[in-house]
Structures are given as structure tokens and as C-alpha cells.
């Protein structure tokens, strides 16, 4: 059997009913031991937000690169987050938009290649992968700026293109 892409829920008493198949649902507990770091992503409920905050800061400050934990913000259908929450999220989830949440988390690379749309340099190893991986490279699309959103797309769709053209032809 397949092993199931690890997720921590915070905030969740119990397993959502449109938590997807595939990912395993491991409740974090609102005060984890003072070292504990997270090896996998975290989503987070819109109503534990607060207390995630400073658990959030302790974990970028224990970690090597100092950054915060790859982490998602559930929200219920039309309530609105706190503007002041945003920085400690990797991307926002609402209500009926799970479909995202299978996208986001199929590639461990996905959550965070949006930190790299706005560098002028994207090194080799990343272009490669945004052009060979779906989830990275429509995530990738999305969160660049218009003016490189063609150059994205190349890189995205360039081998898969010529490679299919050459079956066609
Ligand atoms: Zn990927």
C-alpha cells in the first residue's frame, strides 16, 4: 500500500469530512514539547489561529534556515482572516476549495516554490522541476507576476510540449 503524505491538523478535533485520501491526519496538539519541530506541513483551523502564532514564531526560531513552518489556514466558507495572520501562511484554504489542499500537498516542493516567483534568478535544479512536476508548476504559474508569467509557462510546459509535438508529428 502507498504511504500516506504525512499532515498536521491544528485546531481539529476530529478528522474533517473532506480531509482527501492519501494524506494521514496527525491532530498536533496545541502545545507541543518546547523542541518539537515539524516534519511535514500543518494546516491550521481559522479559529485556532491565535494560539498557532506563537508556536509558528518558536519553531522559525529553532529551526537552522529561521524560517516558519510550511503551514496552510483552513477558514470556514466566507469568513475573512485576520489581515495580520497572512504572513504565517504558505497559501489560505477556504471551505469548499479542498480540491487546493490535494495540490498543495501532493509535492513537498508546492507549498513554498511561490517564494521563488518574484526572484530574477531561479536556479537549474528548481526550473527543472517546475517543468517536470504539475502540482509545482501550475502553483508556480499563479503566483508570478504577469510580466513573467509567459516565461513561466515556458518553463512549465517547455519539454512536455516538444516531447509531446515529436509523438504527434
Ligand atoms: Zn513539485
Request: aromatic share 12%.
Amino acid at each position: 500500500m502507498e504511504k500516506k503524505t504525512k499532515v498536521y491538523a491544528f485546531g481539529f478535533k476530529e478528522k474533517p469530512y473532506w480531509w482527501p485520501e492519501g494524506f494521514e491526519f496527525v491532530p498536533l496538539n496545541e502545545k507541543p514539547s518546547v523542541d518539537w519541530l515539524p516534519d511535514a506541513p500543518i494546516v491550521v483551523h481559522l479559529k485556532s489561529v491565535r494560539s498557532f502564532i506563537p508556536l509558528a514564531l518558536r519553531i522559525a526560531r529553532f529551526r537552522p534556515s529561521g524560517r516558519l513552518p510550511e503551514a496552510i489556514l483552513y477558514k470556514p466558507k466566507g469568513i475573512k482572516e485576520p489581515a495580520d495572520t497572512t504572513p504565517y501562511f504558505d497559501a489560505v484554504i477556504e471551505e469548499g476549495e479542498e480540491e487546493r489542499f490535494v495540490e498543495l500537498l501532493s509535492c513537498p516542493l508546492t507549498l513554498t516554490i511561490g517564494e521563488w516567483a518574484d526572484e530574477k534568478v531561479v536556479p537549474g535544479w528548481l526550473k527543472e522541476h517546475i517543468r517536470d512536476c504539475e502540482y509545482c508548476g501550475r502553483e508556480f504559474v499563479r503566483r508570478v507576476g504577469i510580466h513573467r508569467e509567459l516565461q513561466a509557462i515556458l518553463w512549465w510546459k517547455g519539454t512536455k510540449r516538444e516531447m509531446s509535438d515529436d509523438k504527434i508529428h
